[in-house]
């Protein structure tokens, strides 16, 4: 069964300083790789996703993402972060096989001033 | 509609008490997914639907949880005899089928449920 996981419950960052956030995955075959946000009492949002092609994947908010097959990691990265970057991260894998998605523990972002 | 809509928004309810979670997805959407979040914790997988049928079914905690989904539209969540422990957020996602399994999932605000 595929699953994921976010070593880091927080990670704290200054606004204009680059940030990244760290997902490691385990898939018995080729894995789609997902990024989504949560914001305080809001839904998930789709940030962006790996399902082909070049490594680094560009999504929303000018975050990026970069998939490793090597090292089965998809880290979500932004070159300057801004204090509304602030949120629940949560990084999530499906099987190509299969049509569940399964999503990691959650990272908490702090951006500071 | 235009987005996952789910209700109630917010359920208090006495230890013992059934509930039913209701989720509409995106008009169109055949898959269809409920998730558990704890206060402190991530996303625990519940149960997806492609359309009526659910393949799996494994994340379902204990017997005392259903789910079931009707015209491949509507889904409703029951858990039956609540426990303290069953006091969480609990989230319905749905994704086209156009968009195969590549397809993003698309969130629904979420049902607040306390156990009392």
């Known amino acids: 069964a595929q699953s994921v996981a976010q070593p880091e419950d927080q990670v704290n960052v200054a606004e204009g300083n680059p940030l990244t956030v760290k997902c490691t995955y385990s898939?018995?075959?080729?894995?789609?790789l997902f990024w989504y946000v949560q914001y305080p009492n809001r839904g998930l949002q789709f940030l962006l996703k790996y399902i082909t092609g070049d490594n680094l994947v560009k999504g929303s908010y000018g975050f990026e993402a970069e998939f490793n097959k090597s090292q089965t990691s998809f880290h979500l990265k932004k070159p300057s972060a801004l204090v509304s970057d602030s949120a629940l991260y949560f990084c999530?894998?499906?099987?190509?096989?299969?049509?569940?998605?399964?999503f990691g523990a959650g990272t908490r972002l702090t951006v500071k001033p | 509609g235009a987005g996952v809509s789910q209700s109630p928004s917010n359920k208090v309810t006495e230890k013992g008490k059934d509930v039913e979670l209701r989720c509409d997805p995106i008009s169109g959407h055949t898959a269809l997914y409920w998730y558990r979040q704890s206060l402190g914790q991530g996303l625990e997988f519940l149960i997806y639907?492609?359309?009526?049928?659910?393949?799996?079914k494994s994340g379902l905690p204990s017997d005392r949880f259903s789910a079931e989904r009707t015209g491949g539209s509507v889904s409703t969540l029951t858990i039956q005899r609540t426990q303290q422990e069953d006091s969480a957020v609990y989230l319905c996602?749905?994704?086209?089928?156009?968009?195969?399994?590549?397809?993003?999932?698309?969130f629904g605000e979420g049902s607040r449920l306390t156990v009392l």
């Open positions: 996602a749905s994704s086209s089928v156009a968009g195969g399994n590549t397809g993003e999932l698309f």
């Open positions: 898939v018995s075959g080729n894995p789609y």
């Open positions: 999530a894998v499906r099987d190509r096989a299969r049509n569940d998605m399964r």
């Open positions: 639907f492609q359309g009526n049928s659910a393949p799996d």
